[in-house]
C-alpha cells in the first residue's frame, strides 16, 4: 500500500515537472518578436526560434511583425464648398519596435482607425469637391504623412494609405453627370466644325492647286507652241534663202544676157496677164522693156532662116 502510494507520488512529481518545463519552452515564429516580462517588467525581446523561459516567473507576449490592412469605417466628410462625401480608405502598416507598440498605446488597431478617421476630414475637408474626385493621389500621400509621423511614438510605421472610393450625394452626382455630357456635346460640336472647316480649306486649296497647275501646263503648251513656229519659220526662211542663193548663184554662174533677161520678164508678165486678174500693175520701167522687147523682136527677124527659091 505504502508502495503504490510512493509511485503515486512519483509519477505525479514526474508529470508535473513535464508540465513546467514544456511551459517554460516558447516558440518565436520567423514573423513575430517575444516581449519577455519577468514578474510584470519588461526585460528583452526574443529574436525567431526557440527559447527558454523561467517558469511562473516570466511570460512573453507574441507581437505579428508583418504589414497588416486596417480598414477605416466610411464616414461622411464636409469639403471645403460644403459638399458633404463619404469617403472610405485603407491603411497598410507594419509594426517597427514590438515594445513601443505594447507600452506606449492600449490599443493600436483602433487608435490608427481614429487617427485615420480624423485626418482624413483634416484633409479632404481643405480641398473643394473636384479636387477631392481628381487629386486622390495627393490625398493618400498627406495622409500618410500624417499618419506615419502620428504613429511613430508607438513603434509602427504607415507604409500606404489608399482612398477606395469618395461618393458624393445623389444630386451632385447626376449634376455632375450632366455637365460631363455637356462638355461632350460641345467638344464634339467643336470638333465636327473644325473638321468641315479643315475640308473647306483642303477643297478650296486642291481647286487652287489645280488652277495654277492647269494655268502653267497650258502656258507652257503655248510657249513651246510659239517655239515651234518660230522654229519653223527660221527653217522655212533659211531654205527660202537657200534657195534664192543658189538660184542667184546659178544665174550669175550661167552669165546671162540682157536679152535673155527681157525674155523671161515677159514671160512673167504673159503669166501676170492669163486673164484671170482684173487689174495688172505694170511697172513704171514699161517703156525701156519695150525697147527691150521690139530690139529682140528684131534680132529674132535676123536670125530666122530665108526660105529657099523653088
Not at 261 to 288: F, N, R, W
Amino acid at each position: 500500500m505504502i508502495l503504490t502510494t510512493l509511485i503515486l507520488i512519483v509519477t505525479i512529481i514526474l508529470f508535473l515537472a513535464v508540465c513546467i518545463a514544456v511551459s517554460a519552452i516558447r516558440i518565436v515564429k520567423p514573423y513575430q518578436r517575444g516581449v519577455v516580462e519577468r514578474l510584470g517588467r519588461y526585460t528583452k525581446t526574443l529574436e525567431p526560434g526557440l527559447t527558454m523561459l523561467v517558469p511562473f516567473i516570466e511570460t512573453v507576449k507574441k507581437v505579428d511583425m508583418r504589414e497588416t490592412v486596417l480598414d477605416v469605417p466610411p464616414q461622411d466628410v464636409i469639403t471645403r464648398d460644403n459638399v458633404v462625401v463619404n469617403v472610405d480608405a485603407i491603411i497598410y502598416y507594419m509594426i517597427m519596435d514590438p515594445v513601443r507598440v505594447l507600452y506606449n498605446v492600449a490599443n493600436f488597431r483602433d487608435a490608427s482607425s481614429k487617427l485615420a478617421q480624423t485626418n482624413l476630414r483634416n484633409v479632404i475637408g481643405s480641398m473643394a469637391l473636384d479636387e477631392t474626385l481628381t487629386s486622390r493621389e495627393l490625398i493618400n500621400t498627406q495622409l500618410r504623412d500624417v499618419m506615419d509621423r502620428a504613429t511613430d511614438p508607438w513603434g509602427i510605421r504607415v507604409s500606404k494609405v489608399e482612398i477606395k472610393r469618395i461618393d458624393p450625394p445623389a444630386d451632385v452626382t447626376e449634376a455632375m453627370h450632366r455637365q460631363m455630357k455637356a462638355e461632350r456635346d460641345r467638344r464634339a460640336m467643336i470638333l465636327e466644325a473644325e473638321g468641315k472647316r479643315d475640308a473647306t480649306i483642303n477643297v478650296a486649296e486642291g481647286d487652287k492647286k489645280s488652277a495654277i497647275l492647269k494655268a502653267e501646263g497650258e502656258a507652257q503648251a503655248m510657249i513651246k507652241v510659239a517655239e515651234a513656229k518660230r522654229k519653223e519659220e527660221i527653217l522655212v526662211a533659211e531654205g527660202e534663202a537657200g534657195a534664192i542663193s543658189e538660184i542667184f548663184d546659178s544665174i550669175h554662174k550661167g552669165k546671162p544676157t540682157n536679152d535673155l533677161l527681157t525674155y523671161k520678164y515677159l514671160q512673167t508678165l504673159e503669166g501676170m496677164a492669163d486673164g484671170k486678174a482684173t487689174k495688172i500693175v505694170v511697172p513704171y520701167e514699161i517703156g525701156s522693156l519695150m525697147g527691150l522687147a521690139t530690139s529682140l523682136g528684131e534680132i529674132l527677124k535676123k536670125e530666122e532662116p530665108k526660105p529657099k527659091k523653088g
